[in-house]
Nanobody
């Protein structure tokens, strides 16, 4: 069993920060890529960032513009998404996903809600 559990979402004001966590279990992830996605109300799911478990290689989608940082803690089997200077358009359910390097994402968490409003 591979399980991904997200946490850390909440309701914040524009300009605030949040750190999302994704705890992975059920497998060793040496050959995996862990990614963060988001789905806003009425919109399609879109990728945010990804990190390769083995060496920490990172890719960000251009819209992040330096506001978000993805990181990992191998000892805790956890991937983080640090989100700074949050904007209303960041409002979405944020999901963690995992897949073997070079393949499609196969495993998904249930998501954590992020709401940004004044």
């Amino acid at each position: 069993q591979v399980q991904l559990v997200e946490s850390g979402g909440g309701l914040v004001q524009p300009g605030d920060s949040l750190r999302l966590s994704c705890v992975a279990s059920g497998h060793t992830f040496g050959d995996y890529v862990l990614g963060w996605f988001r789905q806003a109300p009425g919109k399609e799911r879109e990728p945010v960032a990804r990190i390769r478990w083995s060496d920490g290689r990172i890719y960000y989608e251009p819209f992040v513009k330096g506001r978000f940082t993805i990181s990992k803690d191998k000892a805790k089997n956890t991937v983080y998404l640090q989100m700074n200077n949050l904007k209303p358009e960041d409002t979405a359910v944020y999901l963690c996903a995992a897949g073997l390097y070079g393949s499609s994402y196969k495993f998904w968490g249930q998501g954590t809600q992020v709401a940004v409003s004044s």
